[in-house]
């Protein structure tokens, strides 16, 4: 008798596990929502990452919308960089995404190789304008003949740098590669620094040596195709570039760096705040954190360095941010009227200003101009980039097991672990090896 | 059959069952079910958003050449040996301070327990984090005693050390455990040993440590098994750096799955690092097996 009960117990949890197991191994067949024509009555979840300045902005403008659209109600759902791509690549993978996302380039690669990742814009042109978008602009939004995401702004990592304190030591704002190695010399006789680089999250160490030597050379470091355009020696040249800085003091070391601000991001850094540390190297779409923890005014976009005949090129652009539609929402009408809002809107792009960039929409753009608001360090760095004919930075470049490959090869010649050479023929199999893994 | 009890809510062969169900649910949901994922995924090259193919034990292979993971296991068990015997000696010995007799112990016990309740909470972390930089408060201590400053966050070894620092602060838990069972330890074995003219030293050797040395295994097999899951602290104060001298066995798994996309590999690890735990703790069973019998 005990046999039976205890085989009727055993048999309930085996059916109940088996089945479990085979739901979840089985392919549960999603179906995208076909856009209805109509707005309906909703709430959509909007997420969003960066800084205090692009969180006041971007409430404001959700609170415009919930004015003139009270029946769709929009849930804001932001925080800051560190860990954000963790907590989506989570949310996506386990089919809690939020309905409308702002995303980064590179994500398309890993999060929709098939273009079926996020919702495909081009079905919802009843609700997006395109119009105020170039063919070119539009195409970095591309998956497999999807329309996966739109560009906000277009932006390029740019010098900004602290005038007050260039201006009490009497240095100047470097124009050049060679202008910049020289303000070491004056810097260390005040204790600080002309510039920052990290080792983090924005790996902007291996950015600035790639941008050095692709001036140099005229080669891209990965194509847009993910095809490794360097060659060891010419990530020798850019990791000697990297030593060169940190030797002249226009850099902290790396080991210096951790002492200084432990795992703390440059712009909560109190050597940054108190001008230590006099320059960054930044997106023109994120600089506003650094901003806003410094007196009005004190910070300046600087030029883009060129070597000393005058050449320019070898700067990055890219779609800074871009938004996406999850392919799970169940309202993508509302999701694509809502973006339609954010991108083109004349208030919302007056409320939004310059916190994500420059906006790539010409209409947010000429709304920006017509109220006087294109100005400021962001517009200005934008400007500057320009006239230097960048390149379009690969969406591979930052993919992030390849910035954890920049950032370690920096490290270990930064701690005299091992020389140039060998770290450069370590990177230059690590980045090829992973390139040819994921394509 | 003589009945020894009434059954408040009734009698049926599926009363237990009903009873036990909630447990049983949520242990099959969160417990058994991942657990049995985690192993199939670990054969797999499943990647977030795409689909798992299965790829036998190439995963496992992985692992033996993987230098991250070597070097992650090393800086797991460096972890283990700095944190555990110096937070159980730390436990023991603030155990053995709030197990005297003293007028207002209770507000003492209060107060020593507090890290524990603020360990995991991030404002803490950031704020143990700032302590440790090169203006940090702790080095300015260090300065004013005339010793010199130490690179905390620049040197692998002082970083850890960083790391220990907080989870030995947060030894409430340990010390509660180990006052209960000074408080179970009977009274007369001291008044005897008094009597026979040892002293405190002797009486802490022959009294107390033989009488604690179960507690003291329960508090080492609990400390190791959460010393080898290590993740919060490292991940909040170091990332991982310098060097990735502090790069933990459960970091490594957190880049690879949600970082690097690779959730195949990500689990494989799991699998090691779940493996390697339980022989860890056969092992720490076994060498102390005599240590722990009723013979000694």
């Known amino acids: 008798m005990n046999y039976i009960k205890h085989g009727r117990i055993f048999l309930i949890i085996s059916t109940l596990f088996s089945f479990l197991i085979m739901t979840s191994c089985g392919q549960t067949e999603e179906t995208t929502v076909l856009p209805d024509g109509k707005l309906d009555k909703c709430t959509l979840r909007f997420s969003w990452w960066g800084g205090d300045d692009r969180h006041e902005a971007t409430l404001k403008a959700i609170e415009l919308w919930n004015k003139k659209y009270p029946d769709i109600k929009i849930e804001p759902e932001y925080g800051g ?15 809690t995404a939020p309905d409308i996302m702002q995303i980064n380039y590179d994500w ?117 195709e993910g095809e490794l355009g360097f060659t060891p020696e010419d990530i020798q040249t850019a990791l000697d570039f990297y030593k060169s800085l940190e030797d002249n003091h226009v850099i902290r070391t790396v080991k210096q760096r951790a002492e200084d601000d432990g795992s703390s991001a440059l712009y909560q850094s109190p050597k940054f705040i108190d001008g230590t540390v006099a320059g960054v190297l930044e997106w023109g779409s994120a600089v506003g954190k650094y901003q806003s923890v410094l007196d009005e005014d004190v910070l300046c976009a600087g030029n883009y360095l060129s070597s000393d005949d005058g050449n320019h090129s070898g700067w990055f652009i890219k779609p800074s941010l871009m938004y996406a539609i999850s392919d799970n929402t169940k309202y993508p009408d509302e999701a694509g009227a809502f973006i339609n809002f954010l991108l083109n809107d004349e208030e919302c792009a007056e409320i939004l200003g310059t916190s994500r960039g420059i906006p790539a929409s010409r209409k947010a753009y000429e709304a920006l101009e017509n109220s006087g608001q294109l100005c400021g360090i962001s517009y200005d760095s934008s400007q500057y980039l320009l006239d230097t004919d960048p390149v379009t930075l690969s969406p591979y470049f930052e993919l992030s097991q390849l910035k954890e490959y920049y950032n370690i090869a920096i490290e270990k010649l930064s701690y005299g672990t091992a020389d140039s050479k060998e770290v450069s023929e370590e990177l230059y199999d690590k980045v090829k090896k992973y390139l040819e893994r994921i394509k | ?84 015997p110096l937070k159980l000696i730390v436990s023991l010995g603030t155990a053995l301070l709030l197990n005297m007799n003293i007028k207002g112990m209770g507000f003492f016990r209060t107060v020593y327990y507090i890290p524990s309740i603020l360990g995991s909470n991030i404002a803490i972390v950031i704020m143990w984090s700032f302590l440790f930089t090169s203006g940090g408060l702790v080095n300015q201590v260090l300065e004013k005693l005339g010793i010199m400053p130490v690179s905390w966050y620049g040197e692998s ?24 069972a000074l408080n179970d330890i009977p009274r007369e074995l001291y008044d005897s040993a008094r009597v026979d003219g040892a002293g405190k030293i002797r009486t802490f050797f022959s009294i107390t440590l033989p009488m604690l040395r179960n507690v003291i295994f329960f508090n080492l097999v609990m400390q190791s098994i959460t010393a080898f899951q290590e993740f919060n602290a490292p991940f909040m104060i170091t990332g991982g750096n310098p060097m990735k001298g502090t790069y933990t066995v459960s970091m490594l798994i957190y880049d690879e799955a949600f970082r690097y996309y690779d959730t195949g590999y990500a689990n494989a690890v799991s699998w090691v690092l779940f493996t390697m735990t339980a022989l860890f703790v056969a092992v720490l069973f076994r060498i102390t097996r005599k240590l722990r019998s009723d013979d000694i």
């Open chain 2, 1 to 84: 059959m003589k009945k020894i009890y009434n059954n408040p809510v009734g009698e049926s062969k599926y009363t237990g069952l009903i009873f036990v169900m909630p447990f049983v649910t949520g242990f099959i949901l969160f417990g058994i079910y991942p657990f049995a994922m985690s192993f199939i995924l670990s054969f797999t090259d499943s990647g977030i958003n795409s689909s798992a193919e299965f790829i036998g034990i190439e995963n496992f292979r992985r692992l033996l050449n993987d230098s991250d993971f070597h070097k992650a296991v090393a800086v797991t068990l460096k972890y283990i040996l700095m944190l555990v």
């Open chain 1, 108 to 224: 398309l690669i890993n999060l929709s190789k098939d273009g079926l990742g996020f919702y495909d814009l081009n079905q919802l042109s009843d609700y997006i304008d395109f119009s105020g978008y170039d063919t070119e602009t539009l195409s970095f939004g591309m998956r497999e003949g999807k329309l996966n995401a739109l560009t906000v702004s277009m932006s390029g990592r740019g010098l900004f740098f602290n005038k007050n304190v260039y201006s009490e030591i009497s240095a100047e704002i470097p124009d050049t590669w060679n202008d910049l190695i020289s303000l070491g010399e004056k810097f260390s006789q005040y204790g600080k620094y002309p510039l920052d680089l990290d080792i983090q999250t924005g790996a902007s160490a291996w950015y600035l040596s790639v941008v050095y030597v692709q001036q140099l050379t005229g080669k891209q470091f990965i194509t847009m």
């Open chain 2, 157 to 180: 070894t002082p970083a850890m050390f960083m790391i220990v620092l907080l989870r030995v602060w947060e030894f409430g838990s340990t010390m509660i455990i180990f006052l209960s």
């Open chain 1, 81 to 95: 960089w560190d860990g954000w791509t963790e907590k989506l690549n989570t949310q996506v993978s386990g089919d």
